[in-house]
């Protein structure tokens, strides 16, 4: 499984540094690839035994002017390899595009980097049974036999607001996704302690990435834990 924790906005630095301190403690040799994506001004060196950080975003470049933003060289200072691309909040709170994120996924996958490529509808198109034409249009032109690509399927609706995607949606849309080309898929959107199991369980899903519930540390353990008993 992969299980991952995007702390969106959320702990400072210190307690970053704590949580991942103390993640890597109580992990082992599990068979799940764990990963934490905190907040850019607390990315640690990416140096833990157990898990790994990856940056919620940055812009296709090495370095230069682009005020706000962190390129390549920033990511590869703190020995990241990982990056994700195109969260919803991203692309509806900072109007992020379709081809912004290409060029985002054609720059970090020249350099060899795993890609955590986000997508998702919102309500409408779900009513409206658009879903796979608003999924197979985010992931048009993305090289889906990039070997470090993981899609992260997460419909907008369920992201933060306490109401996942019943089993059968996650199911049936993550099968459309494998038969679009997608290798590996993921899902997000009210993950937590008590559905994790039951999500991971499915055949499709290859993990989870998590919001809310990976801020308690406890809380993303068990999701861990859930995670190696299938
Ligand atoms: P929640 O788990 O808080 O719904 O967030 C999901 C998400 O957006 C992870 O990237």
Same mark, same amino acid.
């Given at each position: 499984?992969?299980?991952?924790?995007?702390?969106?906005?959320?702990?400072?630095?210190?307690?970053?540094?704590?949580?991942?301190?103390?993640?890597?403690?109580?992990?082992?040799?599990?068979?799940?690839?764990?990963?934490?994506?905190?907040?850019?001004?607390? $990315?640690?060196?990416?140096? #833990?035994?157990? @898990? %790994?950080?990856?940056?919620? *975003?940055?812009?296709?470049?090495?370095?230069?002017?682009?005020?706000?933003?962190?390129?390549?060289?920033?990511?590869?200072?703190?020995?990241?390899?990982?990056?994700?691309?195109?969260?919803?909040?991203?692309?509806?709170?900072?109007?992020?595009?379709?081809? $912004?994120?290409?060029?985002? #996924?054609?720059? @970090? %996958?020249?350099?060899?980097? *795993?890609?955590?490529?986000?997508?998702?509808?919102?309500?409408?198109?779900?009513?409206?049974?658009?879903?796979?034409?608003?999924?197979?249009?985010?992931?048009?032109?993305?090289?889906?036999?990039?070997?470090?690509?993981?899609?992260?399927?997460?419909?907008?609706?369920?992201?933060?607001?306490?109401?996942?995607? %019943?089993?059968?949606?996650?199911?049936?849309?993550?099968?459309?996704?494998?038969?679009?080309?997608?290798?590996?898929?993921?899902?997000?959107?009210?993950?937590?302690?008590?559905?994790?199991?039951?999500?991971?369980?499915?055949?499709?899903?290859?993990?989870?990435?998590?919001?809310?519930?990976?801020?308690?540390?406890?809380?993303?353990?068990?999701?861990?834990?859930?995670?190696?008993?299938?």
């Amino acid at each position: 499984m992969i299980i991952a924790g995007n702390f969106k906005t959320n702990h400072t630095r210190s307690s970053t540094f704590s949580y991942c301190k103390e993640l890597d403690s109580l992990l082992g040799a599990q068979k799940s690839e764990v990963y934490v994506f905190p907040s850019m001004c607390a $990315l640690p060196y990416d140096d #833990f035994a157990h @898990f %790994s950080i990856g940056v919620q *975003n940055a812009y296709p470049a090495c370095n230069g002017a682009y005020s706000g933003e962190i390129g390549l060289e920033q990511i590869q200072e703190l020995g990241i390899n990982t990056l994700m691309i195109g969260h919803s909040e991203r692309r509806l709170i900072l109007k992020e595009d379709d081809e $912004l994120c290409k060029r985002k #996924f054609d720059f @970090f %996958s020249q350099y060899g980097m *795993n890609v955590f490529f986000c997508i998702g509808e919102d309500l409408q198109a779900r009513r409206d049974a658009r879903v796979l034409d608003v999924l197979a249009s985010q992931l048009k032109s993305i090289d889906l036999d990039y070997s470090r690509l993981v899609v992260a399927y997460e419909p907008i609706w369920a992201i933060g607001t306490g109401v996942s995607a %019943s089993l059968e949606e996650i199911k049936e849309t993550h099968r459309l996704l494998k038969e679009l080309g997608c290798k590996k898929v993921i899902y997000g959107g009210s993950v937590s302690e008590g559905n994790a199991k039951d999500i991971m369980n499915l055949e499709y899903v290859d993990g989870v990435l998590v919001g809310g519930a990976s801020l308690d540390l406890k809380r993303f353990y068990q999701i861990i834990q859930q995670g190696e008993e299938i």
